[in-house]
């Protein structure tokens, strides 16, 4: 059965960087893109960006660019979302969640999130 | 960015009843639209694609329809475990976005 598992809750300082990781089993792993979104405390879904593990293409969102990376590791089956100069709004839940490989379209399957608080 | 909003944003209901969420777009984006359940806690799951297509595994009484601007999910007769917030999002450009969210609630 197809599973995303994501690493554990992280608390960083403002300014600081974090990397989330999501481990994907259960299928062919580069025959698929992966999108990361994000929900803050309370609040509704907000779509970060999408790489394709085919062929490592990305598509980021404006608001982040230039903060955020996303990269796969085709020998682990493993995507990373990378976000740096970290603000106390960065604070949310991280999914990563399986779209197709071509485009960001929709996310069939999702990790179970991981929980990133920025604080002093 | 096209902006997507879900109306009501939240409304009670009774087992049984049947539920329609409303998700309108800023702009047209044909029937580039999925929606998904969240519980609380919980990740969201991928209920309708592409306005209308069922998802493997989803129950037959959620139905989506709609194209353009406007988009209906119809829960055909609620069960216990579709209380829930629901969220449509478009997939027609990038940024790809969601509604606000509607919450179910038990009557």
């Known amino acids: 059965q197809v599973q995303l598992v994501q690493s554990g809750a992280e608390v960083k300082k403002p300014g600081a960087s974090v990397k989330v990781s999501c481990e994907a089993s259960g299928y062919i792993f580069n025959k698929y893109g992966i999108s990361w979104v994000r929900q803050a405390p309370g609040q509704g879904l907000e779509w970060m960006g999408w790489?394709?593990?085919?062929?490592?293409?990305?598509k980021y969102a404006q608001k982040l660019q230039g903060r955020v990376t996303m990269t796969t590791d085709t020998s682990t089956s493993t995507a990373y979302m990378e976000l740096r100069s970290l603000r106390s709004d960065d604070t949310a839940v991280y999914y990563c969640?399986?779209?197709?490989?071509?485009?960001?379209?929709?996310?069939?399957?999702w990790g179970q999130g991981t929980l990133v608080t920025v604080s002093s | 960015d096209i902006q997507m909003t879900q109306s009501p944003s939240s409304l009670s209901a009774s087992v049984g009843d049947r539920v329609t969420v409303t998700c309108r777009a800023s702009?047209?984006?044909?029937?580039?639209l999925n929606w998904y359940q969240q519980k609380p806690g919980k990740a969201p799951k991928l209920l309708i694609f592409a306005a209308s297509s069922l998802q493997s595994g989803v129950p037959s009484r959620f139905s989506g329809s709609g194209s353009g601007t406007e988009f209906t999910l119809t829960i055909s007769s609620l069960q216990p475990e579709d209380f829930a917030t629901y969220y449509c999002?478009?997939?027609?450009?990038?940024?790809?976005?969601f509604g606000g969210g509607t919450k179910v609630e038990i009557k």
């Open positions: 790489i394709s593990a085919y062929n490592g293409n990305t």
């Open positions: 702009q047209s984006i044909s029937s580039y």
């Open positions: 969640a399986r779209d197709i490989a071509a485009a960001a379209l929709k996310f069939d399957y």
């Open positions: 999002q478009q997939s027609y450009s990038t940024p790809l976005t």
